[in-house]
């Protein structure tokens, strides 16, 4: 079972930057899905973006253009830089792979973005 630890959240102003980075137990293929959800108070959660090996990242359309996903397979490891972070971006994030159509989900982490 792949565990998921990520770090990076944290408390930001309006305008702000962060980097999330979540790092898996073992190795993901480059094939396998690596992404990021995130899920605001009293809202369902959703995908942030994912990156898998051969197509181009995604994105939702609420942070294209603003968030990058990137992912280093030889640190097992997979990124997320926030950029001009609004308000509506405090949610809590979590990590997310698919591996064998199997999901495995970190434990989160709050970001809170205010003045």
């Known amino acids: 079972q792949v565990q998921l630890l990520e770090s990076g959240g944290g408390w930001v102003q309006p305008g702000g930057s962060l980097r999330l980075s979540c790092t898996a137990s073992e190795t993901i293929l480059s094939r396998d899905p690596m992404a990021w959800y995130r899920q605001a108070p009293g809202k369902e959660r959703a995908l942030v973006a994912r990156?898998?090996?051969?197509?181009?990242?995604e994105y939702a359309a609420s942070v294209q253009g603003r968030f990058t996903i990137s992912r280093d397979n030889a640190k097992k490891t997979v990124y997320l830089q926030m950029n001009s972070l609004k308000p509506d971006d405090t949610a809590v994030y979590y990590c997310?792979?698919?591996?064998?159509?199997?999901?495995?989900w970190g434990k989160g982490t709050l970001i809170t973005v205010s003045a």
């Open positions: 990156i898998r090996g051969g197509r181009d990242p």
């Open positions: 997310n792979v698919q591996e064998n159509g199997l999901k495995y």
